[in-house]
């Protein structure tokens, strides 16, 4: 079964951090770049960070920068996000999804996604 799996999700205090795994199962992410995105119950799903294939490219959203970090490991068929420095507004569910390239067209058309994962909450609370 080809599925990317989120997870490392939780509930944690302003300015902590977390970081969140995207798993590939079923095929060989190294061939794909990956965006994160988030969304907020009653808002649009927006993009938060990519890197490309070859983990020579990263961009991230503005209210990010600064604070997270993407990477990859290939030979675990992994993508992180580490995310610093926590804020209320990061309280969001989170998905990961392939592109071909970072930023992709998902970045600017999360609709452009065929297929997305369960997700991991995460929540920023004091």
């Known amino acids: 079964q080809v599925q990317l799996v989120e997870s490392g999700g939780g509930l944690v205090q302003p300015g902590g951090s977390l970081r969140l795994s995207c798993a590939a199962s079923g095929f060989t992410l190294e061939h794909y770049a990956i965006t994160w995105f988030r969304q907020v119950p009653g808002m649009e799903r927006e993009a938060v960070s990519c890197?490309?294939?070859?983990?020579?490219?990263?961009f991230y959203t503005d209210s990010v920068k600064g604070r997270f970090i993407i990477s990859r490991d290939n030979a675990k068929n992994t993508v992180y996000l580490q995310m610093n420095s926590l804020k209320f507004d990061d309280t969001a569910e989170y998905y990961c999804a392939t592109d071909s390239f970072c930023p992709g067209g998902s970045w600017y058309d999360p609709r452009l996604v065929e297929s997305w994962g369960q997700g991991t909450q995460v929540t920023v609370s004091s």
């Open positions: 890197i490309g294939f070859s983990a020579g490219s990263f």
